[in-house]
């Protein structure tokens, strides 16, 4: 089965969905990673002393180093603007999303959920983006798609903070549809994943991005309602038919 996760930004891959990623990879699944810009508006280009676009070059190429380590079946970074995704014409980036959809071709598309678990704006325009396209792609006879799931968090991390510095947002329990056990090393996949960025590390131990993740992975699933909760994405979901 082939699987999307579209993001906005490195590392957004790295911050929850690692671990499952590397599992469905185990599973024998197809596993594709459409990440929208290379993320060199960061803050963090000013105590390196770099521009957005020399940022986003080494943003690049720790991405890479990621898709070593999960092993993912192919990886696409795009370079529309970090940080200003809000002030794009959203049908631009309807369009580029819509064109990688239909090459991949995937059964189950995952993105972020509408508060977008930090609230950042790049993050609730790729929430409203993946749904569109999604809808219009299924209307337009695209009958390969079959689950749309945003990753998130349970409301036990509704008050999470750290250093004052972050809060992640949550969905409620009702909403979560699909819980993902993490073994130890699929954590341990996690860590890896994550210490790819290296120009990062200040702000991923402040994020406090592991404890929050914890030993379970969290996604809603659009248009559908499974109580208890399901264990995988790809639960339920017939295997396409080989051409």
Known sequence: MRILYIFPHPDDESFGPAPVMWQQLEQGHQVYLLTLTRGGATKVRHELGLSVEEMGQVRYKE???????????????????????????????????????RQVQPQVVVSYPVHGVSGFHDHLVMHAVAKRVYLELKDSGADYLKRLAFLTLPNKTDHFRQNGQFILKHSASELIDCQVHLRPQDIEVFKKALSCYATYQGTIAQSGVVEAIGDTVYFEIFNENHQPPLTTLTAGIEEPTQV
């Open 63 to 101: 991405m890479r180093e990621v898709e070593k380590v999960l092993g993912l079946t192919g990886m696409t970074v795009l370079d529309l603007p970090d940080s200003g995704l809000a002030q794009m014409d959203p049908r631009e980036i309807e369009q580029v999303v819509a064109a990688h959809i």
